[in-house]
């Protein structure tokens, strides 16, 4: 990602957490102007009484943060122990203490261990570099994956750059902040100028924003602006600023959708719109209350279109605020399915059922709308109502509410043990767990382990799981895992979306076997993964001819034949194969291939046990509901009538082609879920859809 001229980064592991990195440093070549939201949480943590009593920010050099320990509550010695970290930051970078600032986040109630912290400042300066993950990753506390964000913005001849890097998960209450943000860019704006662009940034990102109404003590989005690009200050309102705050506003917003999508125990991002509002205030605190219902959260993780609640909501909030609204003229659509519309709308497939309503705030439901609940199993549900009361409009961000978000928040503080320094140490033994929950957890994985130990299974990855870096990480553990329990996988890849048809043939097998190839071996090797990178160059490996539907402009080949010895050479010595669809034809020239036909053929002729597609949708569905199970005759069947669109379609032919050479079982499931080959793997019911032959 474009990283801001001037700026760099480092994170490392200083022993406030018992093993995660928990520090971190932003530094910036020259002094910035400096910009801050900060939480109206009257419990502010010690770095937030500091940053507040600066404000207006002087020119800033370096940010220092910690995780693990948010010195919140502890007094004015909390307090003190800020000015003297910032000090000693300072020393070490041979800065003006008035030039840095300080941000923590986690548990509250604990003194810092300040000697901890000092004693990492000479290694966290030598790891600074122009590269935003080991901070990111270093801010976490419940956290899944690292949350990051850049733009590009043009002004004039200078190409200016923003990158952002936040935490958020838990705790996340809409109103200023909202979680923990930095911001750098290398535009030259005044502190005036930057402050006004970030203070309207927050409305529609993170005001917009609620995983469970619990505020934060130590909230806080700071930006940075070194000026290292050259341009003329941005000293006055016109189009650069205007284009600039668009932009920031933009960073803002991909941000707190990535809180809100990884919420504690979240398995959906919840999207809401209103419309129709008297007025804007209306519109922004309607689309909040709805994000952040228990009773909407809870049915939208439960796949249940309840209108009910979301009405309900309305209702409490229109009659609590005295807003001129009647709920009852609104229309409430879910996943693009209308639920009710000044009535309730029922599935027209379906005959009229009874008509169930309670007073225990159940509210409600939709009898026929199998279909809808199928949608709502996405990993994105988006909720739409529109009060027809009014012209105006706002968002709001949340997640569904799953078992979970008890469990992390019942054991977040009493599963960590405060050590005398400040620093914590974690209590996760399984006597912390009831003996049912361990049962259940280590037979039903247990099951399948010993079922999958040694077998080999191909994942052809489509431009959904590699269009996202969250999604690639995903992927990248989910493999180590496979093999930590004795599986073989094999990797297909496709074209990513940054370079999904662009060019010619040349230049996209050129970014097959170069970039797409590459950044997948790398993540992999990361990831404690020995990965290989192959193409159909490499000793002929995937022997080709020009398919029937290949063209001059558009050349496309198909498999003829594979280099097994090739392939069984490096699994036997415990490589990862990466091989990218590129095909060696008789001539000596190359070709691209069709990916979802060289993962079959790879499949068949690695003699693996499974074959995997993961793809950009549930996996194969009718009318709406996702087929769980399906065999090869029923597949068949649905593929000529017509019912899956061309690209799932191509991969059910593929899917039966394997099956009927030897391939035990494919799976088509959804890479928009993190984790999701495990879930499909190791669980009872999957997630996706499972091919046999039959």
């Given at each position: 990602?474009?990283i801001?001229?001037?700026?760099?980064?480092?994170?490392?592991?200083?022993?406030?957490?018992?093993?995660?990195?928990?520090?971190?440093?932003?530094?910036?070549?020259r002094?910035?102007?400096?910009?801050?939201?900060?939480?109206?949480?009257?419990?502010?943590?010690a770095?937030?009484?500091?940053?507040?009593?600066r404000?207006?920010?002087?020119?800033?050099?370096?940010?220092l943060?910690?995780?693990?320990?948010?010195?919140?509550?502890t007094?004015p010695?909390?307090?003190?122990?800020?000015?003297?970290l910032?000090?000693a930051?300072?020393?070490?970078?041979?800065?003006?203490?008035?030039?840095?600032?300080?941000a923590s986040?986690?548990?509250?109630g604990q003194?810092?261990?300040?000697q901890k912290?000092?004693?990492?400042?000479?290694?966290l300066?030598?790891q600074?570099?122009?590269?935003?993950?080991t901070?990111?990753?270093?801010?976490?506390?419940?956290d899944?994956h690292?949350?990051?964000?850049?733009?590009?913005?043009?002004?004039?001849?200078?190409?200016?750059?923003?990158?952002a890097?936040?935490?958020?998960?838990?705790?996340?209450?809409?109103?200023?902040?909202?979680?923990?943000a930095?911001?750098?860019?290398?535009v030259?704006?005044?502190?005036?100028?930057?402050?006004?662009?970030?203070?309207?940034a927050?409305?529609?990102?993170?005001?917009?924003l609620t995983?469970?109404?619990?505020?934060?003590?130590?909230?806080?989005?700071?930006?940075?602006?070194?000026g290292?690009?050259g341009?003329?200050?941005?000293?006055e309102?016109?189009?650069?600023?205007?284009?600039?705050?668009?932009?920031l506003?933009?960073?803002?917003?991909?941000?707190?959708?990535?809180?809100?999508?990884?919420?504690?125990?979240?398995?959906?991002l919840l999207?809401?719109?209103?419309?129709?509002?008297?007025?804007?205030?209306?519109?922004?605190?309607?689309?909040r209350?709805?994000a952040?219902?228990?009773l909407?959260?809870?049915?939208?993780?439960g796949a249940?279109p309840n209108?009910?609640?979301?009405?309900?909501?309305?209702?409490?909030?229109?009659?609590?605020?005295k807003?001129?609204v009647?709920?009852?003229k609104?229309?409430?659509?879910?996943?693009?399915?209308?639920?009710?519309?000044e009535?309730?709308m029922?599935d027209?497939?379906?005959?009229?059922?009874?008509?169930?309503?309670?007073d225990?705030?159940?509210?409600p439901?939709?009898p026929?709308?199998?279909?809808l609940r199928a949608r709502?199993?996405?990993?994105?549900?988006?909720v739409?109502?529109?009060?027809?009361?009014?012209?105006?409009a706002?968002?709001?961000w949340?997640?569904?509410?799953?078992?979970?978000?008890?469990?992390?928040?019942a054991?977040?503080?009493?599963?960590?043990?405060?050590?005398?320094d400040?620093?914590?140490?974690?209590?996760?033994r399984?006597?912390?767990?009831?003996?049912?929950?361990?049962?259940?957890l280590?037979?039903?994985?247990?099951?399948?382990i010993?079922?999958?130990?040694?077998?080999?299974v191909?994942?052809?990855?489509?431009?959904?799981?590699?269009?996202?870096d969250?999604?690639?990480?995903?992927?990248?553990?989910?493999?180590s895992?496979?093999r930590?329990?004795?599986m073989?996988?094999?990797?297909?890849?496709?074209?990513s979306?940054?370079g999904?048809?662009?060019?010619?043939?040349r230049?996209r097998?050129?970014v097959?076997?170069?970039?797409t190839?590459?950044?997948?071996?790398?993540?992999?090797?990361?990831?404690g993964?020995?990965a290989?990178?192959?193409?159909?160059?490499?000793?002929?490996?995937?022997?080709?001819?020009?398919s029937a539907?290949?063209?001059?402009?558009a050349p496309?080949?198909?498999?003829?034949?594979?280099?097994?010895e090739?392939?069984?050479?490096?699994?036997?010595?415990n490589y990862v194969?990466?091989?990218?669809?590129?095909?060696?034809?008789?001539?000596?020239?190359?070709?691209?291939?069709?990916p979802?036909?060289?993962?079959?053929?790879i499949a068949?002729?690695?003699r693996?046990?499974?074959l995997v597609y993961?793809?950009?949708?549930?996996g194969?569905t009718?009318?709406?509901s996702?087929?769980?199970?399906?065999?090869?005759?029923?597949?068949?069947?649905?593929?000529?009538?017509?019912?899956?669109?061309?690209?799932i379609a191509?991969?059910?032919?593929?899917?039966?082609t394997?099956?009927?050479?030897g391939?035990?079982?494919?799976?088509?499931?959804?890479s928009r879920?993190?984790?999701?080959?495990?879930?499909?793997f190791?669980?009872?019911q999957?997630?996706?859809?499972?091919?046999?032959?039959?």
């Amino acid at each position: 990602m474009p990283i801001a001229r001037g700026f760099t980064f480092a994170g490392l592991h200083c022993g406030i957490k018992p093993f995660k990195k928990d520090l971190a440093l932003i530094v910036s070549e020259r002094p910035c102007a400096a910009a801050a939201t900060i939480t109206i949480n009257a419990a502010k943590a010690a770095p937030i009484i500091d940053l507040e009593r600066r404000l207006p920010l002087a020119p800033v050099r370096a940010v220092l943060i910690n995780s693990g320990n948010a010195n919140a509550l502890t007094g004015p010695e909390g307090v003190a122990d800020v000015a003297e970290l910032c000090a000693a930051a300072a020393k070490s970078l041979e800065l003006d203490p008035a030039q840095v600032v300080m941000a923590s986040t986690g548990v509250i109630g604990q003194r810092l261990p300040k000697q901890k912290i000092v004693d990492a400042l000479p290694r966290l300066k030598g790891q600074l570099k122009a590269a935003v993950e080991t901070a990111a990753e270093a801010i976490l506390t419940t956290d899944t994956h690292i949350k990051v964000a850049s733009r590009t913005v043009r002004l004039g001849r200078k190409e200016g750059r923003i990158t952002a890097l936040c935490k958020g998960s838990g705790m996340i209450a809409p109103q200023l902040a909202s979680t923990l943000a930095f911001i750098c860019t290398d535009v030259a704006i005044s502190r005036e100028l930057l402050q006004r662009a970030l203070s309207a940034a927050m409305d529609g990102s993170f005001n917009n924003l609620t995983v469970d109404n619990d505020m934060s003590t130590n909230d806080v989005v700071l930006a940075l602006a070194n000026g290292a690009v050259g341009n003329p200050e941005l000293v006055e309102p016109g189009p650069d600023f205007e284009l600039f705050a668009s932009h920031l506003q933009s960073v803002c917003a991909e941000l707190a959708k990535e809180v809100a999508r990884d919420g504690e125990g979240a398995t959906k991002l919840l999207e809401v719109r209103v419309s129709g509002a008297p007025s804007k205030p209306i519109a922004v605190d309607l689309a909040r209350s709805i994000a952040g219902s228990t009773l909407v959260k809870a049915a939208i993780f439960g796949a249940d279109p309840n209108w009910g609640r979301i009405l309900a909501t309305v209702g409490a909030r229109c009659g609590s605020q005295k807003y001129p609204v009647d709920p009852a003229k609104a229309k409430v659509t879910v996943q693009s399915v209308c639920v009710y519309d000044e009535r309730p709308m029922f599935d027209p497939r379906t005959p009229p059922g009874p008509f169930i309503a309670n007073d225990a705030n159940e509210g409600p439901t939709v009898p026929g709308h199998k279909g809808l609940r199928a949608r709502m199993r996405a990993p994105e549900v988006l909720v739409e109502v529109d009060l027809r009361q009014g012209g105006e409009a706002s968002v709001g961000w949340g997640c569904d509410l799953s078992y979970d978000y008890v469990k992390i928040n019942a054991d977040y503080t009493s599963l960590l043990v405060p050590t005398s320094d400040g620093s914590v140490a974690k209590d996760d033994r399984l006597t912390n767990y009831s003996p049912k929950f361990k049962v259940n957890l280590v037979t039903e994985a247990l099951t399948y382990i010993s079922r999958f130990a040694g077998k080999r299974v191909v994942l052809k990855l489509g431009r959904q799981a590699m269009g996202k870096d969250s999604l690639r990480t995903s992927i990248a553990q989910d493999v180590s895992l496979l093999r930590a329990v004795g599986m073989v996988p094999i990797i297909v890849h496709g074209e990513s979306p940054e370079g999904a048809s662009k060019g010619d043939s040349r230049s996209r097998e050129m970014v097959l076997n170069g970039q797409t190839n590459t950044e997948l071996v790398t993540l992999l090797n990361r990831s404690g993964t020995h990965a290989i990178g192959l193409s159909g160059m490499d000793a002929s490996f995937l022997r080709s001819k020009l398919s029937a539907d290949s063209s001059v402009d558009a050349p496309r080949g198909e498999v003829t034949s594979i280099n097994g010895e090739l392939l069984e050479l490096f699994l036997q010595r415990n490589y990862v194969p990466v091989i990218s669809p590129v095909g060696f034809l008789d001539d000596g020239t190359t070709v691209p291939l069709e990916p979802d036909q060289v993962a079959s053929e790879i499949a068949v002729a690695a003699r693996a046990s499974k074959l995997v597609y993961l793809v950009g949708v549930p996996g194969f569905t009718e009318d709406d509901s996702l087929l769980g199970q399906i065999n090869t005759t029923t597949l068949a069947a649905k593929i000529a009538a017509g019912t899956f669109k061309t690209n799932i379609a191509r991969k059910g032919r593929c899917a039966i082609t394997a099956l009927e050479r030897g391939v035990e079982r494919v799976h088509v499931i959804d890479s928009r879920t993190p984790h999701s080959i495990i879930a499909e793997f190791f669980t009872d019911q999957g997630i996706g859809s499972l091919v046999t032959l039959g």
